[in-house]
């Protein structure tokens, strides 16, 4: 049992805001924290893939650690990222333990693809270097197969999993093997991109929590698909989902990396100066901010 428990609300993914030089912008993170924290959130994800982890120091990962443990001041679990690199992790991992977290997102292993004892061991790795809870991300290069789920199940620093690639079928086999494990405080997460679209269908199957990147651009727009949700209004989510929702991941997916530089877009838009993305990531076209633009002024329209 690691007795981390998650609150049933939309967790929060903030963005890592930067200034026009391209550095840290550490008080408009500040501001992005509190803010969002009055919307009531279940969590705080600091500096995990909406945080554009992948582009932090680590000298800049431990800052807005930091910062997101200050700002949120126990009122919910800060999980902070790690990932990439072994040894980049291990070191990111310390950090967070020092600086404060609750919890790490342990996100995929850099570049290569291994064995599923080779997924395994590196989940392992980074579970032996912190006394934090690690919540597994199923994705990208640690891809995991049931077995791999059964063998981190009975870890006992493995809080739960988040399933960023969307098969189902499977998603139902890891919730079914985590129960035969005899762990009950296992937490199952949909970490698919503008996991909105998903989440009715990962409900069924038993994981009821779900990230949600919009949380942090148009908290009014999250939260109101979240009430209705949770209170099975079925023709509202419909009404969301087809007036905001789709479009909006019909707009993220004409170009790779849209996922976390719409967000950033939206936010510029909605006033508060979180610059761009840095690279391998782009902004977005005047032509793309403009559609967005349009997306978040219906999306507040409708729950207005």
């Known amino acids: ?13 903030p963005v890592t805001p930067l200034d026009e030089r391209g550095d840290l912008a550490l008080d408009v993170l500040d501001q992005h924290l509190a803010d969002r924290l009055t919307h009531r959130p279940g969590a705080v994800f600091i500096a995990c893939g909406t945080g554009e982890y992948h582009a932090l120091s680590l000298a800049e990962y431990e800052r807005v650690v930091e910062r997101g443990v200050a700002v949120t001041a126990g009122a919910v679990p800060v999980v902070a990222g790690t990932g990439g690199p072994l040894g980049h992790a291990i070191a990111c991992a310390r950090a967070a333990e020092r600086l404060g977290a609750d919890a790490l997102l342990v996100m995929p292993p850099y570049l290569v693809t291994g064995p599923q004892a080779g997924v395994v061991a590196y989940v392992e790795a980074i579970a032996a270097a912190t006394d934090l809870p690690l919540v597994v991300y199923h994705r990208g290069t640690a891809q995991l197969s049931v077995d791999s789920v059964s063998r981190l199940a009975a870890h006992p620093r493995v809080a739960g999993f ?13 919730v079914l093997a985590a129960r035969r494990s005899g762990r009950t405080d296992l937490q199952f997460f949909n970490g698919l991109l503008t996991a909105e679209l998903s989440q009715r269908a990962y409900r069924a199957i038993g994981v009821p929590l779900y990230s949600s990147a919009v949380f942090a651009m148009a908290p009014e727009i999250a939260n109101a698909w979240f009430d209705a949700y949770t209170a099975g209004d079925e023709p509202w989510l419909d009404t969301l989902t087809e007036e905001f929702y789709a479009p909006l991941v019909r707009l993220r997916d004409t170009t790779p990396g849209y996922a976390v530089s719409l967000i950033k877009a939206g936010l510029v838009l909605g006033g508060l100066p979180v610059g761009g993305v840095r690279p391998p990531l782009v902004d977005p076209s005047a032509e793309h901010r403009e559609r967005l633009a349009v997306l978040l002024a219906r999306g507040r329209e409708l729950v207005a």
């Open 1 to 13: 049992m690691t007795g981390l428990v998650f609150p049933q609300r939309v967790l929060f993914f």
């Open 162 to 174: 988040k399933d960023g690639v969307g098969d189902v079928a499977l998603a139902q086999e890891f």
